[in-house]
């Protein structure tokens, strides 16, 4: 990717905003997340006062008009936090749960869901994966029945971020059984409506934010709450996963580069057979493999940006990066937590949080099976 998508001026200053908000809001507070199994509200409405959460959306609903190089800004800066859990549940916010809302839906749902999500006064989340359909989306059997000007909602979604935070979903469901990839609908779902409920999930890392399991028994919503066009969900749901899988990369790959600038010092400081772990090869080699794939997949990612910016399809990329970086986290993660030795077992360690935390990656949002997949197709296979 080209420098000047990073060097304005504007970049610089927005990067200066967001990495002061990370030492100040987010850094200190983020064992306080991990207890709270959540993030706190206040720092949605903190970030919609700087402007952090409409990025890419439209002025008139209260969004920044900016192109694709702000949002990567922000996750890089995002990703450096020492809390996986956090940023995520922020990307779910700006990157999975509006991005059709911003792109599909009615002025009215954008005035009543989207212009509070990007003030932070409302959160949102993505609900698409079900127990039995998980990669593969056009599994789900979630149905959304016409009865009139409503739809009567029935079914469960699971893993889901911001489950029990959440004011209101994007909601994949099926409304014509019978059409195949033409029966789903996008549907805003306001939670806290009878029917509705929430049990939170137990994970093994991102303990900052809450996933839970969704159940919906006979939850009534307006039709007008549909997001774009009844029977598009399915494809509409395909364009927003680009946002999120490129939001992850490039949050990941900011993980691991600070996992392994701290990991230097590490080694710097630790002395090992009367010598600094650092001046041993052994983890000069394995130091100096693990920045050149953290450069190799920032330089795929940065690509996927630059086509971005300019409006080029970049599905392909995309793809692409989603698998390669996945890899390349959990294995920066991996060798990072093995040169820390036993403290890298801790959970106060950082290396070790990075260690579980970077499992997700190459399951969330698509799994590596399931990106080798798409792109064996997008290549002609």
Request: charged letters at 25%.
């Amino acid at each position: 990717m080209t420098t000047d998508l990073y060097d304005t001026p504007e970049h610089g200053l927005f990067r200066e905003t967001v990495r002061k908000f990370v030492e100040d809001e987010l850094r200190p507070r983020a064992r306080e997340f991990d207890a709270m199994g959540r993030i706190d509200k206040t720092l949605y409405r903190k970030m919609g006062d700087l402007g952090m959460l409409g990025l890419r959306y439209d002025p008139a609903y209260g969004g920044a008009g900016l192109d694709w190089s702000y949002t990567a800004v922000l996750y890089e800066e995002l990703g450096r936090a020492d809390n996986a859990g956090v940023t995520m549940g922020i990307c779910v916010q700006t990157d999975m749960a509006t991005p059709s809302l911003h792109e599909f839906g009615s002025d009215t749902l954008k005035r009543e869901y989207l212009a509070p999500a990007i003030a932070g006064d409302m959160v949102a989340a993505i609900a698409v994966t079900e127990p039995d359909a998980g990669s593969d989306v056009s599994g789900i059997k979630t149905r959304a029945v016409r009865d009139g000007d409503d739809w009567v909602i029935s079914g469960s979604k699971i893993y889901i971020t911001n489950a029990a935070t959440a004011d209101w979903l994007c909601l994949l469901a099926v409304t014509d059984p019978s059409a195949g990839y033409g029966g789903f609908s996008q549907i805003v779902v306001p939670t806290g409506l009878p029917g509705y409920r929430c049990t939170l999930l137990d994970k093994i890392g991102n303990w900052g934010s809450d996933t839970g399991q969704l159940f919906f028994e006979d939850v009534r919503v307006p039709v007008a709450n549909t997001i774009g066009q009844i029977g598009r969900g399915f494809q509409q749901q395909m364009m927003q996963f680009q946002d999120e899988r490129l939001v992850g990369c490039v949050s990941a790959l900011a993980g691991s580069e600070h996992l392994w600038e701290e990991t230097k010092k590490w080694a710097r400081e630790r002395v090992l057979f009367g010598k600094p772990l650092s001046k041993l090869q052994n983890t000069q080699f394995r130091m100096a493999e693990l920045w050149t794939e953290i450069e190799a997949a920032k330089a795929l990612t940065r690509a996927c940006v630059a086509q971005r910016v300019k409006g080029i399809d970049a599905t392909r990329l995309i793809t692409a990066a989603k698998l390669l970086c996945g890899r390349v986290a959990r294995r920066v993660a991996d060798e990072c937590m093995q040169l820390h030795g036993g403290y890298g077992y801790m959970k106060e360690s950082m290396a070790g949080r990075a260690f579980v935390d970077s499992r997700l990656i190459s399951i969330g949002g698509g799994s590596d099976e399931t990106m080798m997949h798409y792109l064996a197709k997008q290549l002609g296979f």
